[in-house]
């Protein structure tokens, strides 16, 4: 091959190459090379190689060139971040450096150096190690660590917080999901496992608090989350997670007094009943008035027709249909609760009469209501039924112009609760209305558009509390919603 293509490829090179003699005077160098450590092209040829290393360290590079000398191989390049380049204007740079034995045209045994500027990977590798160790300090003082499940190979990994946490030993766990199941708290091992399994069957996120006994006795209280990760084919090969310590939290939540939680209930429904008072019905009132002032000026100025009669009539009967409504709505939420005493309720026989109520709206939008069998517990029968009467009936009102209406209901284990979910396909929710969703008379649609008081959602919320659960639910507009509520198992 023609020399002149080694020649350029030599001078061409992104790295520096520097050729020096066993003495280590430098013979040749390239560009690079003395652009690296700030020199002018030709400059470094005849100095030394110790030139090109910090004054500190001199001493100790003599010995690593003698050593390679005398004990010469091939020496490939890599990251180390410890290695330190001397620059011209005495400033340091960070350089990576592959070393190679070559001979020259007489057979002298010369060093070629090829040497890499990492300065900035080792100022990025230095923020990410600062990232990381600003990590690790909030790992710490959230009492929180990660752990993955490889579920083909049943094999658990633990970041050093979560042996922390459990107050275990590297190495003294078995690191399975069996040897995992032994370590929860022995009433709480087959809901955690339960729990787990329906988050894969179900495809909802692990969310738990189990209970853990420390080595030394202690009573823990831990949060495990979970994400599950699939293949192609849409099964689960992992989960990645976290667990955090929340004892003191669980403590916090157990001393809390029953009657403190009701009292704030209570006055929180005072301050509903407050506004709606001084809002909500009055509107109805103020526009009886209203009606009534125009039909005065009507008479006074001349005799109205009997069509214009009629006409002012129907407004005052709508106004006053509308304060009907929302007086009965306001009785009956104050009245949850109180109808009807807890008996054993089955949600199959439940919802049949429920969507029974729905017929003439099924009928007419060709709607369908899909559930598996649902759970029989112990609950208000007449709360529960109202329950899933609104949630129903909110997939049948805000279902999407000229698509049939499909409301999906289901239902999981998780140990002391039921987890229901009712998915619709409707116009969906948009987020920034969570925190007004579940308020007294709240209505996110004008009265026009989509008939309702907005208390449906408020005695949802109500029935769930009343039977220890959470109500919550996930929606994007024009993607449907999907509303989530646990009840507990027995309820006393």
């Known amino acids: 091959m023609d020399s002149k293509i080694?020649?350029?490829a030599f001078e061409r090179s992104p790295d520096g190459i520097i050729i020096c003699d066993l003495d280590a005077k430098i013979i040749l160098t390239n560009k690079a090379a003395s652009h690296i450590f700030g020199y002018e092209v030709g400059e470094l040829e005849g100095k030394s190689i110790q030139d090109l290393i910090p004054p500190h360290l001199r001493d100790k590079h003599k010995f690593h060139f003698r050593s390679?000398?005398?004990?010469?191989?091939?020496?490939?390049?890599?990251?180390?971040?410890?290695?330190?380049?001397?620059?011209?204007?005495?400033?340091?740079?960070?350089?990576?450096?592959?070393?190679?034995?070559?001979?020259?045209?007489?057979?002298?045994?010369?060093i070629l150096a090829v040497i890499r500027e990492i300065t900035e990977f080792v100022r990025k590798n230095e923020e990410l190690e600062k990232v990381s160790d600003q990590l690790k300090e909030a790992l710490q003082l959230s009492?929180?660590?990660?752990?993955?499940?490889?579920?083909?190979?049943?094999?658990i990994l633990w970041s050093h917080e979560v042996y922390e946490i459990f107050e275990l030993e590297q190495g003294t766990f078995s690191s399975t999901m069996d040897g995992f199941e032994m370590l929860v708290h022995e009433e709480d091992r087959e809901f955690v496992k339960q729990s787990y399994q329906n988050s894969i069957t179900s495809q909802i996120p692990y969310n738990i608090v189990h209970r853990y006994i420390t080595p030394k006795g202690s009573l823990k209280f831990l949060r495990e989350r979970g994400r599950h990760i699939y293949d192609s084919e849409g099964l689960v090969v992992k989960t990645?997670?976290?667990?955090?310590?929340?004892?003191?939290?669980?403590?916090?939540?157990?001393l809390l007094n029953d009657y403190i939680l009701k009292l704030e209930s209570k006055n929180k429904e005072l301050e509903d009943y407050t506004h709606i008072a001084t809002h909500d019905l009055q509107e109805p009132v103020n526009n009886i008035r209203g009606i009534i002032s125009l039909m005065i000026e009507e008479l006074d100025n001349n005799s109205p027709t009997r069509e214009e009669i009629i006409y002012f009539i129907d407004l005052i009967k709508k106004a006053s249909e509308r304060l009907s409504t929302l007086i009965k709505g306001l009785m009956e939420t104050a009245r949850l609760g109180q109808i009807d005493p807890i008996s054993e309720v089955d949600c199959n026989e439940l919802l049949v009469e429920v969507i029974e109520?729905?017929?003439f709206q099924i009928n007419n939008s060709s709607a369908k209501i899909n559930y598996p069998p649902l759970p029989?517990?112990?609950?208000?029968?007449?709360?529960?039924?109202?329950?899933?009467?609104?949630l129903i009936s909110n997939g049948l009102k805000y279902s999407k112009k000229g698509v049939v209406p499909v409301i999906k209901i289901d239902c999981h284990n998780q140990g002391a609760d039921w987890l229901f979910t009712v998915e619709d396909n409707g116009i969906g929710i948009d987020p920034v209305h969570k925190d007004k969703l579940f308020k007294m008379f709240r209505r996110l649609h004008a009265q026009d558009d989509i008939e309702g008081t907005g208390i449906g959602l408020v005695q949802c919320k109500k029935i769930v509390e009343q039977h220890n659960g959470a109500i919550w639910f996930e929606s994007e507009p024009g993607k449907g919603t999907v509303f989530y509520f646990t009840l507990r198992k027995n309820n006393n």
């Open 143 to 155: 009492r929180l660590g990660h752990w993955e499940f490889d579920i083909a190979n049943d094999k």
């Open 68 to 110: 390679f000398v005398s004990h010469p191989s091939a020496r490939s390049m890599s990251n180390n971040m410890k290695l330190v380049g001397y620059r011209k204007d005495a400033s340091n740079v960070s350089i990576s450096i592959a070393l190679n034995i070559i001979q020259n045209d007489s057979g002298e045994e010369l």
């Open 6 to 8: 080694y020649l350029n």
């Open 240 to 254: 990645v997670g976290t667990v955090q310590d929340v004892t003191e939290v669980q403590k916090q939540r157990l």
């Open 376 to 390: 029989t517990l112990k609950g208000y029968r007449f709360e529960l039924s109202l329950l899933f009467q609104n």
């Open 357 to 359: 109520g729905f017929q």
